[in-house]
C-alpha cells in the first residue's frame, strides 16, 4: 500500500499506538545497508582479466579469465579465477556467462527462474548473433553475423574511455563519477560496461517511471543528463526516475541508421536478482553512448537478443523466461475496489449502485478492510462476516460477476496462546518462515503489528499457503482472484525489530481518515470538495481559460546446502558484509535494509536476503498461482501483484502500484504499460482516477475512458479520498459506459493478443515505433500507443483540453479511420494532426489493411457480452486488402482446452473466413462492415447467394452486411462487385 501511510506509520512510531518501535532515519544520502554511505572504492587501478585455456565445443566456447595485476579491492575483494561460457542457445539468442570459478556467488536458482533446456542443435555458425573476444585484456563484444562491421550490438572495449560524471540526480542526490570502466569482479562488487551508438534509443531497465518517457535518456543531447537506475525491489509509491517495486534488468535498442532510412532492434538482459546501478549516459566529447552495470553480488549472466524487430526482440525475451500466463476472459472486464469499503454493507451497496448506473462491474474487490486486525486469510467477524461474504460472493457468481480479494505479504504474528491464528501458528509448526542469521524467526512490523514473511525456499511454505487459501475459501472468502501487496518485501521497522521484543508492544495500524491533494488545475477553494468540476453548467477547471499550457511530462550462519555444485553467494561467502555492502546502490530508501527487511535475513539453504530479495514477489507469485490453481481446479488463476522479476508473467499479472490522482500520473502510466510488455507482464494497468489524493470529474472522466483501452482495468482508491467510483458524477459515469461498451466490443481482439501473448509472447500493447520502426518521429512517443497492430488510442492527458494532438504513423501511406465514425482520418504525414477530443470522448483508430472480430453486443458482464453474436469489422488498405485472425475458446479453462482459430483475407471485392479448430463457436457472425469499399457495390453475395439487402455508406465508403447468421465454425466467403 501506499508511501503516504507508510510515512504516517513512521512519525507515529514514537506516538502510544506504537510502543517502543525503533524508527529508522530516511537518510537521502546514496547509502549501502542502513544509510551509512561508504562509496570510498578506487576502480581506477583494477587489472581486469586476461582470457586462457579457450576450448571450443558443440555450442559455444568456455575459457578462464585470470585477473590481470594486483588485485584493487576497490568494493570487496577481486576474485582471481573466473570462468567464461559462451552458449548460443538458439539462432536469435545467445548466453555469455562470467562467474567465479570456485562457484561460491550467488546464481538464481531453476526453481525460481526455470531456462530453457539446453541447445539440441548447434547454433554456432548460423546464429544471427556473433561473440568475438580480445584475450588481454578480456573484453569481448556481440555483432550481428549479417553486419560483421557494423558497430558492435555489445563491445566492453571501453577501457579506455575518460572518466565521466553523470548528471543525472539519482535517489540520494549526489551525482556519480563513473571513473573506469574496467571489467571488475569482486565478492560484493562487478562492473561491466558496453559502448552504444551514442544517443540510440534504449527502452526498459525497470521498473521506473522515467522522467524522460518511455524513451530513457541517454546523456547525447542538450538538456539530457544521462540515467541512473537502481534495481531493488522497493515499496516506495510512485517515484520518478527511482527504483519501486520490481526489478527488470533488460532493456531493448532501437537502432536508426539515418543515412539507409532502416533499423534494427536487440535486446540485452543482465539476469540478476542482486541489486545493482545502471548507468546510461554519454562522455563529453565521446562519439559513444554507454551502458555500465554495477552489481553488488552474484555473476554475470548475460543474455542476448537478436531481434530484429521490437516485437521479435520481446518474443525473444519471453522463449527465455516463459510467456505470459492464460488469462481468463473475465479478467477483461472492468474491477472497482478501494480501500475504505469499511463493511460488507457498503461494499454491496457500490455493486448495487454500478447495476443502478448501469455502468458494467465485472469485478469487486476488497483491500485491507476485508481483514480482522488486518491478518491475511481472515474476514473481519462483524464488518465482514463469513457466511453474509459467502451469500454476497455467490450472489455475484448468479450475477456473472466475480469476486477478488487482498493477500499481503507480511503474516501477524500472535503475541500470546489465547489469540488463536492458525496461518500463523501452523507457519511455526510448519517452519515457514525468514530467519535471522542465528536461525530465530525474522520479525518485522506491517499492518497488523509484528509480523513473519514467508520463506519460499523452505520446503514446507507452498503446500502451507495453499492450505491457508483453501481455508480463507472454506471459511466464505470464496474469491475468483487475488490480488498480491506488499510484496517488495515492505516493512515499517528497521530489521527484526520484532526479535526478542514484547509481542504485544506494538499495535495493528490505524487508517488516516482524511487526504490533502487534488489534481492539477482543481481550485477546492473554488469548486469545494465536491471534486465536481462543472458548477452550474460551467466548468471550474482553474487552468481552462484558453489554453491547455498544463504541465505535462518530467516533473553465525545457518546450514547450507549445496546446490547443483553452486554455492549459495553471500549467505555463505566469507568476508562478505552482509549489512553494509561497500558499494553503495542508489536505491530509493537510499539504503538497502530500508523499509524492507534487513539484508542479513536469512532463507531456507543459507540464501542471504542479500541475494535473493528483488524475487520474493515473484516466489510468492509462484505460490500463490499454485494455490489458487488447486481451490478453483480447472479455471485459469487471475492474479494481480505488485513486486515482480523477470517471469513473474507466467504466474501473474501487475497494476503500477500507488499512484496519485493527477494528470502526470495518468500520463506516466502509458510508459508503465508499455514497459511490462517488455518484461511479459502483459496483463497490466494503473490505478484508474489515481490512489492517492482525491480525484475530480474531469481527471476521472479522461481516466476511465484512457483504461477502458488498456489491459487490466481497475479503479482504486486510498483510504479517506473523495470517493471516485465511475458513478459518483454523471460525466464520469456517461463517459464510462461509452468507454466500457467499446472495450467488451473489442474483447475478441484483447483475448487474441493475449492469447498471441501466451503461446509466442507477442506484446498486445505496442509503442508506435513497433509497428513502424523507420519512423523516428515515433521513437519518444508514449501519450499515444497500439493495441495490437490495428487500433491506435490517443488520450486526453490535460485537464481542460478540448482537442488533444496525435501523430499517425505511416507517414501518409496508412489510412487511419475513426473507431467511433469511421471516417478516414486526413492526418499530417509524419507531424502532428489535432483532433476533436471534447469531454466524455476518446481517441481510437482502426489502421487499414485490418479485420477485427468484434462482439456486437456489448453488455453488463462479459459473459453475457460472450453470450451474444459477433460482428466483423474490415478496414481496406489502399489495395483493397485486409488481414487478421482471432482466437477464440471458452474462456476460462486451464490448461486451455478446445479452440479455433479464424483467419480472415479480404482481397479487392472479396473477404474470405477460414475456420480451424476443434472449439464449437455457438454465437452466430451477424454483422460485416468494410471500410474503404470506394463505391457502392452494384451486387454483394454470401457464400454465393446474393445479398439484397446491404447498406452503403458513401461519406464512410462503408459497406454493411447484417443478420447474417454465419457459423464461425465453417469457413465463408462474401462478394461484392
Ligand atoms: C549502520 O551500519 C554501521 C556499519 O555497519 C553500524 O556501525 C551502525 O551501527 C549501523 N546503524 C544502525 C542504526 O544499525
Ligand atoms: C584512484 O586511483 C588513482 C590512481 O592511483 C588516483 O589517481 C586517484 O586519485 C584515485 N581516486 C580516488 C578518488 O581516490
Ligand atoms: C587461480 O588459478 C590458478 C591457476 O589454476 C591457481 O594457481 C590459483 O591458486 C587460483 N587462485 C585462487 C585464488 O583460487
Not at 481552462?544 to 549459495?568: E, F, H, L, T, Y
Not at 478453483?632 to 488463476?637: A, E, M, S
Not at 507466467?650 to 503500477?656: A, I, R, V, Y
Request: charged share 15%; hydrophobic share 35%; glycine share 10%.
Amino acid at each position: 500500500m501506499l508511501l503516504t501511510s507508510v510515512v504516517s506509520v513512521l512519525l507515529a512510531a514514537s506516538s502510544t499506538a506504537w510502543g517502543n518501535t525503533a524508527t529508522p532515519s530516511f537518510d537521502t544520502a546514496s547509502a549501502n545497508g542502513n544509510g551509512t554511505s561508504t562509496f570510498s572504492g578506487n576502480v581506477t587501478n583494477c587489472p581486469g582479466y586476461t582470457l586462457q585455456n579457450l576450448s571450443h565445443n558443440e555450442h559455444g566456447i568456455t575459457a578462464s579469465l585470470s585477473l590481470a595485476g594486483d588485485a584493487c579491492n576497490a568494493f570487496g575483494k577481486d576474485i582471481a579465477n573466473l570462468t567464461i561460457e559462451v552458449v548460443y542457445e538458439t539462432e536469435s539468442r545467445l548466453h555469455v556467462h562470467i562467474y567465479d570459478t570456485a562457484k561460491n556467488q550467488f546464481t538464481i536458482p531453476d526453481t525460481v527462474v526455470a531456462r530453457p533446456a539446453p541447445p539440441t542443435q548447434s547454433h554456432t555458425t548460423t546464429s544471427d548473433l556473433e561473440f568475438s573476444y580480445d584475450a588481454s585484456p578480456f573484453a569481448f563484444w556481440i555483432t550481428r553475423r549479417s553486419q560483421p562491421d557494423a558497430m558492435p550490438l555489445f563491445d566492453t572495449r571501453t577501457r579506455s574511455l575518460p572518466a565521466t560524471p553523470i548528471a543525472s540526480t539519482p535517489a540520494g542526490g549526489s551525482s556519480v563519477n563513473l571513473d573506469g570502466f574496467e571489467l571488475v569482479f569482486e565478492d560484493q562488487y562487478l562492473q561491466i560496461a558496453s559502448a552504444l551508438p551514442k544517443g540510440t534509443n534504449v527502452y526498459g531497465l525497470g521498473e521506473v517511471i522515467a522522467s524522460s518517457g518511455f524513451r530513457r535518456d541517454i546523456g547525447a543531447d542538450p538538456g539530457e543528463n544521462g540515467t541512473l537506475h537502481a534495481f531493488w525491489a522497493s515499496d516506495m509509491g510512485d517515484p520518478v526516475d527511482q527504483s519501486m517495486y520490481g526489478s527488470h534488468p533488460i532493456y531493448m535498442e532501437h537502432r536508426y541508421d539515418e543515412s539507409t532510412g532502416t533499423s534494427s532492434t536487440n535486446g540485452v538482459l543482465l539476469l540478476s536478482s542482486n541489486a545493482m546501478d545502471v548507468v546510461l549516459t554519454t562522455p563529453p566529447d565521446s562519439n559513444v553512448s554507454l551502458i555500465e552495470y554495477r552489481v553488488i553480488g552474484g555473476t554475470l549472466d548475460f543474455y542476448f537478443f537478436a531481434g530484429p524487430t521490437a516485437g521479435s526482440v520481446i518474443e525473444q525475451y519471453g522463449a527465455l523466461i516463459g510467456y505470459p500466463l492464460w488469462q481468463p476472459a473475465w479478467g477483461f472486464g472492468f474491477h472497482l475496489c478501494r480501500w475504505g469499503y469499511h463493511n460488507i454493507s457498503e461494499t454491496r451497496e457500490v455493486v448495487k449502485a454500478m447495476r443502478a448506473a448501469d455502468i458494467p462491474l465485472e469485478t469487486q474487490w476488497n483491500d485491507i478492510d476485508l481483514f480482522q486486525v488486518f491478518r491475511d486469510f481472515t474476514s473481519d467477524p462483524v464488518s465482514f462476516p463469513g457466511d453474509e461474504m459467502r451469500e454476497f460472493i455467490a450472489e455475484l457468481a448468479s450475477n456473472h460477476q466475480h469476486y477478488i480479494p487482498i493477500v499481503d505479504a507480511a503474516v501477524a504474528v500472535t503475541a500470546n496462546s489465547t489469540d488463536v491464528y492458525d496461518t500463523y501458528t501452523s507457519g511455526v509448526e510448519q517452519d515457514v518462515w525468514i530467519k535471522n542469521p542465528d536461525g530465530s524467526m525474522y520479525i518485522g512490523q506491517v499492518w497488523p503489528g509484528y509480523t513473519g514473511f514467508p520463506d519460499w525456499f523452505a520446503p514446507n511454505t507452498e503446500a502451507w499457503w495453499t492450505q491457508a487459501f483453501q481455508n480463507w475459501s472454506d471459511s466464505g472468502i470464496t474469491f475468483d482472484g487475488i490480488w498480491l501487496d506488499m510484496n517488495e518485501l515492505s516493512t515499517f521497522c528497521f530489521y527484526s525489530c520484532g526479535t526478542g521484543a514484547n509481542l504485544s508492544d506494538i499495535q495493528p495500524y490505524v487508517g488516516a481518515t482524511s487526504v490533502e491533494g487534488w489534481p492539477e488545475c482543481y481550485n477546492d477553494t473554488l469548486s469545494g470538495k465536491s471534486g465536481n468540476m462543472t458548477v452550474n453548467g460551467t466548468s471550474t477547471n482553474s487552468c481552462a481559460s484558453g489554453s491547455d499550457s498544463s504541465s505535462i511530462g518530467p516533473q553465525k550462519r545457518m546450514s547450507i546446502v549445496n546446490r547443483n555444485g553452486r554455492g549459495v553467494g553471500a549467505g555463505d561467502e566469507p568476508g562478505v558484509d552482509l549489512n553494509s555492502p561497500p558499494y553503495a546502490v542508489h536505491n530509493s530508501y537510499g539504503g538497502l535494509n530500508l523499509h524492507t527487511i534487513a539484508t542479513n535475513a536469512t532463507h531456507a539453504g543459507g540464501y542471504a536476503e542479500l541475494d535473493v530479495h528483488s524475487m520474493w514477489g515473484l516466489m510468492e507469485e509462484k505460490a500463490t498461482h499454485h494455490a489458487v490453481q488447486t481451490v478453483l481446479p480447472g479455471k485459469r488463476p487471475f492474479l494481480i501483484s505488485r513486486s515482480t522479476f523477470p517471469s513473474s508473467g507466467k504466474w501473474t499479472g501487475h497494476w503500477l502500484g500507488d499512484n496519485n490522482s493527477t494528470w502526470q500520473n495518468m500520463y506516466y502510466s502509458i510508459q508503465g504499460i508499455l514497459q511490462f510488455q517488455l518484461y511479459q507482464i502483459p496483463m497490466v494497468g494503473p490505478d484508474t482516477c489515481g490512489f492517492n489524493r482525491n480525484a475530480d470529474e474531469e481527471l476521472c472522466n479522461r481516466w476511465m475512458m484512457m483504461s477502458a483501452f488498456v489491459p487490466f482495468y481497475r479503479n482504486h482508491n486510498t483510504y479517506g479520498a473523495l470517493s471516485q467510483e465511475p458513478y459518483r458524477w454523471d460525466s464520469v459515469a456517461n463517459a464510462s459506459r461509452i468507454a466500457i461498451a467499446a472495450r467488451y466490443s473489442m474483447l475478441p481482439y484483447w483475448y487474441t493478443l493475449f492469447a498471441n501473448s501466451s503461446t509466442a509472447g507477442t506484446p498486445p500493447v505496442r509503442a508506435l515505433w513497433y509497428e513502424f520502426p523507420n519512423e523516428p518521429e515515433l521513437f519518444a512517443v508514449d501519450k499515444q500507443w497500439l493495441i495490437g497492430s490495428d487500433i491506435l488510442v490517443t488520450p486526453v492527458l490535460e485537464p481542460g483540453a478540448t482537442t488533444v494532438d496525435a501523430i499517425f504513423p505511416g507517414r501518409g501511406n496508412v489510412t487511419w479511420r475513426d473507431w467511433w465514425t469511421h471516417a478516414a482520418v486526413n492526418a499530417t504525414s509524419g507531424g502532428t494532426t489535432t483532433l476533436p477530443a471534447p469531454i466524455s470522448t476518446i481517441n481510437a483508430h482502426i489502421r487499414d489493411g485490418s479485420a477485427l472480430l468484434l462482439h456486437q453486443e456489448p453488455a453488463y458482464t462479459i459473459y453475457e457480452t460472450r453470450l451474444g453474436p459477433y460482428a466483423l469489422l474490415v478496414s481496406l488498405s489502399a489495395a483493397g486488402g485486409a488481414f487478421g485472425t482471432a482466437y477464440v475458446d471458452d474462456g476460462e479453462s486451464y490448461p486451455p482446452g478446445d479452440s479455433r482459430t479464424l483467419t480472415f483475407v479480404a482481397n479487392p471485392g472479396q473477404f474470405r473466413i477460414q475456420s480451424e479448430g476443434a472449439y464449437d463457436v455457438a454465437q452466430k457472425l451477424e454483422t460485416i462492415t468494410v471500410l474503404g469499399v470506394a463505391q457502392k457495390p452494384s451486387g454483394v453475395s454470401v457464400q454465393g447467394r446474393a445479398v439484397g439487402n446491404f447498406t452503403y455508406l458513401p461519406a464512410t465508403e462503408e459497406l454493411v452486411l447484417s443478420n447474417l447468421g454465419l457459423d464461425l465454425n465453417e469457413g465463408a466467403t462474401v462478394n461484392w462487385h
